[in-house]
């Protein structure tokens, strides 16, 4: 485990507004309470509560990633609208101590899905 720091800053905040997830024209998540993290210089991600998300929609997967400053990364497949997007969504399901404000959480790659839409 490593903690963020001035050569690797992790932040994490209320994302103002809503952000939408949409795959195929069907909404597969939708919530006032995503949090935004920024990490390094890597693009801002938004994670969003699973209650505010369609799980009947999302497949685990045996896909799995691991974070010196997260943790481990589960995966899960979404097929929504006719479409189907392999590992699109990710979460830290026993994230570290400095990150647990992610912990139930999701987070959508936006190449995978139609758009995250955020305002």
């Not at 939708?30 to 699973?50: F, G, M, W």
């Not at 691991?66 to 590992?87: F, L, Q, T, V, W």
Request: proline share 10%; charged share 20%; glycine share 8%.
């Amino acid at each position: 485990m490593k903690l963020p720091g001035p050569d690797h800053p992790i932040t994490i905040t209320p994302t103002p507004g809503r952000v939408r997830v949409t795959l195929g024209g069907q909404v597969v998540a939708e919530t006032t309470r995503a949090l935004t993290l920024k990490e390094a210089s890597y693009p801002a991600v938004q994670y969003i509560p699973r209650e505010d998300a369609a799980m009947a929609l999302l497949e685990a997967t045996p896909r799995s990633t691991h974070c010196p400053y997260k943790g481990d990364a589960s995966y899960y497949s979404i097929a929504a609208g006719g479409k189907r997007a392999e590992n699109a969504v990710w979460s830290y399901e026993a994230p570290y101590p400095a990150m647990a404000a992610i912990q139930g959480h999701l987070a959508f790659y936006p190449d995978r899905v139609d758009a995250i839409e955020i305002g």
